[in-house]
């Protein structure tokens, strides 16, 4: 079956950087576009960035352009988002996405944490 399994959540201090992973298993993960999604308390899950199967496309959102980047390796079935001059507001728990054959797929989430 589908799994997605982030891992590099944190604490860390605004300004810093963190390097998120999400490791994949139970489909061809070369074929799919993946995303990293997040939510922070009280508000609604967001999308962060998205890359497409081969890697050549990316989007983000208007907030963390320029800051995040995401990026894939199709030979280790991972895909990765790496976050520098971290802000409070992105203080979320993140959740790497895929869709598979029309349904959804999560991860279970990582915590990050932005603070002095």
């Known amino acids: 079956q589908v799994q997605l399994v982030e891992s590099g959540g944190g604490l860390v201090q605004p300004g810093g950087s963190l390097r998120l992973s999400c490791a994949t298993s139970?489909?061809?993960?070369?074929?799919?576009?993946m995303g990293w999604y997040r939510q922070a308390p009280g508000k609604e899950r967001e999308l962060v960035a998205s890359?497409?199967?081969?890697?050549?496309?990316?989007n983000y959102a208007d907030s963390v352009k320029g800051r995040f980047t995401i990026s894939r390796d199709n030979t280790k079935y991972t895909v990765f988002l790496q976050m520098n001059s971290l802000k409070s507001e992105d203080t979320a728990v993140y959740y790497c996405?895929?869709?598979?054959?029309?349904?959804?797929?999560w991860g279970q989430g990582t915590q990050v944490t932005v603070s002095s």
């Open positions: 996405y895929t869709q598979v054959w029309f349904t959804a797929y």
């Open positions: 890359i497409n199967s081969a890697g050549s496309s990316t």
């Open positions: 139970g489909f061809t993960f070369s074929s799919y576009a």
